[in-house]
């Protein structure tokens, strides 16, 4: 931040810290200086008194009356009532954070950050974001209702990148908003839904609070293991399977090849959709990703979600869900039932992005950026952790740590937590008990100079917890 902005800060707070202390020593109503007298008191200009009185105004200490002055607001005084009663009306709860509450505080810690799953300051595309923004409120139609399922040349972009046509793209609040509809229009409460583990947190989330009974089926270095998938869809006679099948979360894995084809006759065998959770296509470290698994499927069968938060910045919440079929009139209805449409300025603003030259720029910056951190990362783990072990992520922002045996998950991410480096605990990641403890480590948020000592710090917390688990398998 510039100096002339801190100082701008400053004054701001500082005027506001003096009507904080004028508000709470006078009555309801009484008037208060006027900004003329602010300003000569305080020595600051009338920008900064005006920007002060704002935000009192909108915290409810102030009001102001144009042409009488600024006065002091009714005090809202607390209630301490008893509100037990909502214990007995509410019942046992039907949302489930499963851990994502974690993985958003985390992005928030201090220190090192090895948690966080966004881009950090350097390499998110603010600058670019902020002209495209600009741009995009000036056009004609900036506030007015959109098509209900999108902007059509946003839809057609995305379709352009996962191999589908403009009318088979519906536009949504980034994935996680796309993936609760995805659930919520498939599948009707109480039913199996299989995930290739380890999974994403979020999407446990979403079908937890929907109602609906997760199922792990494991993955290895290839992906989700087919015998093991054929296994739990003959057992379950589930009608749905989540994976990531590139970068996934939280190992960086890819389906390999030769699995694709087996993954979508055993779907098609149980009559099953696949969501394919598709974050992570603009997270490669330079090399070209293998194509969407939507490519794969001429039945219907693969219903596709991306998003262009994770490779451009949080507050983008800007995605997709690709899908053929009668099933895309089904998800339209949800996401129109859920929040009616995603805000017009916010797609003229990812259009704007992707159709510049600043898309390009930003992946290669991207892409450049994660596979340094990630190979510095890995060096440091092999020299600081030769206990632990892991693969070697394909793309993607996380590499999925597995801790000595023995070593409790939590027990580090607490102690490591302590001495200032974020990581998240395995146990989000999985579903039912579990042979080992793991770590999801990432890279999107932390500089590569800073990898090392972060990682050194985080050893120290992996010997202090060793036995913290008692040789006893953890519930995910």
């Known amino acids: 931040m510039k100096n002339g902005s801190s100082r701008d800060l ?5 005027v506001a810290d003096e009507l904080r202390s004028l508000a709470d020593t006078r009555a309801v109503g009484a008037r208060l200086p006027s900004t003329r007298d602010l300003q000569q008191r305080l020595g600051v200009g009338p920008v900064t008194v005006q920007r002060a009185l704002a935000r009192l105004v909108t915290e409810g200490l102030l009001i102001t009356r144009p042409g009488a002055g600024t006065f002091v607001a009714a005090r809202r005084t607390a209630r301490g009532g008893d509100t037990d009663w909502q214990q007995v009306a509410l019942g046992a709860s039907p949302v489930s954070p499963s851990g994502v509450d974690v993985l958003l505080a985390s992005a928030h810690s201090t220190g090192f950050q090895l948690g966080a799953g966004y881009l950090d300051a350097t390499l998110r595309a603010d600058s670019r974001l902020a002209a ?9 139609d900036a506030w007015s209702a959109p098509p209900p399922a999108g902007v059509p040349e946003l839809r057609s ?19 996680q908003g796309a993936l609760s509809a995805a659930f919520r229009a498939l599948l009707p409460a109480g039913s199996p839904v299989l995930f290739a583990v380890p999974t994403y947190p979020g999407a446990l989330a979403v079908a937890r609070s929907a109602g609906l009974v997760p199922v ?7 992906g989700v293991r087919p015998e093991l998938l054929e296994r739990a869809m003959a057992a379950t006679s589930a009608r749905l399977l989540f994976l990531q099948p590139t970068f996934a979360n939280p190992d960086g894995g890819v389906l390999a090849h030769a699995r694709r084809r087996e993954v979508l006759a055993i779907c098609e065998r149980a009559g099953a959709f696949i969501l394919e959770d598709d974050f992570a296509r603009w997270l490669s470290h ?17 219903i596709t979600v991306c998003s262009l938060t994770k490779i451009l910045a ?20 949800m996401r129109q039932v859920d929040d009616s449409f995603v805000p017009m300025p916010l797609q003229h603003t990812a259009v704007e992005m992707v159709a510049g030259p600043g898309w390009s720029a930003q992946l290669r910056t991207v892409a450049a950026t994660l596979r340094g951190r990630m190979a510095t990362l890995a060096t440091a783990l092999a020299t600081e952790l030769p206990d632990c072990s892991f693969v070697f992520p394909h793309g993607g922002i996380s590499l999925w740590l597995r801790l000595p045996h023995g070593t409790d998950d939590l027990a580090v991410a607490t102690r490591a937590g302590r001495v200032g480096v974020a990581v998240v605990p395995g146990r989000f990641f ?5 042979d080992a403890g793991y770590l999801r480590l990432c ?9 090392p000592t972060a990682v050194a710090l985080l050893a120290e917390a992996v010997r202090a917890s060793a036995g913290t688990a008692a040789d006893r398998p953890f519930a995910g």
């Open 132 to 140: 495209a923004a600009g741009r995009a409120v000036r056009r004609p």
């Open 443 to 451: 890279v999107a948020g932390v500089r590569e100079p800073d990898i």
């Open 216 to 222: 792990p089926v494991p993955s290895d270095a290839d």
């Open 10 to 14: 400053g004054g701001v707070e500082k």
């Open 314 to 333: 949080p507050s983008l919440r800007i995605g997709a869900i690709v899908a053929r079929g009668p099933v895309m009139s089904r998800l339209a209805a």
């Open 157 to 175: 972009w995305f379709g352009r990148q996962i191999g589908a046509d403009p009318d088979q793209v519906l536009i949504t609040p980034a994935a």
């Open 286 to 302: 330079g090399q070209v990703p293998p194509p969407p698994l939507w490519r794969d499927d001429d039945q219907g069968r693969v």
């Open 430 to 434: 999985v579903i039912g008990e579990q």
